[in-house]
Nanobody
Framework: QLVESGGGLVQPGGSLRLSCTASATFIRKYGLAWYRQAPGKQRALVGSMTSNGITKYVDSVKGRFSMSRDSTNDMVHLQMSSLKTEDTAVYYC????????WGQGTQVTVSS
């Protein structure tokens, strides 16, 4: 089961790090992706990591968001910086394609 954590309230321009429990074995097999669902919008891809660790991001977060593996703690992090109000959403992790059951996500609110 994938579990997201680390969300919260942050001011515009601030930073936040989200975490997703995912073992190295899991990632080597499936890869991992972060998604988000803003109020009134459909869930959308934010970024993904392939089974061999290659990452890519949607244009709206390129240069601001970064995924990394924490093999010691069986986690994948999403480091978010220069946050904007439009980044406000519930953030989820899942395999690329969103094929596993969705977790509860973690709420990120960017507001002054």
């Amino acid at each position: 089961q994938l579990v997201e954590s680390g969300g919260g309230l942050v001011q515009p321009g601030g930073s936040l790090r989200l975490s997703c429990t995912a073992s190295a074995t899991f990632i080597r097999k499936y890869g991992l992706a972060w998604y988000r669902q803003a109020p009134g919008k459909q869930r959308a891809l934010v970024g993904s990591m392939t089974s061999n660790g290659i990452t890519k991001y949607v244009d709206s977060v390129k240069g601001r968001f970064s995924m990394s593996r924490d093999s010691t703690n069986d986690m994948v992090h999403l480091q978010m910086s220069s946050l904007k109000t439009e980044d406000t959403a519930v953030y989820y992790c899942n395999v690329p394609g969103g094929l596993f059951p969705w977790g509860q996500g973690t709420q990120v609110t960017v507001s002054s």
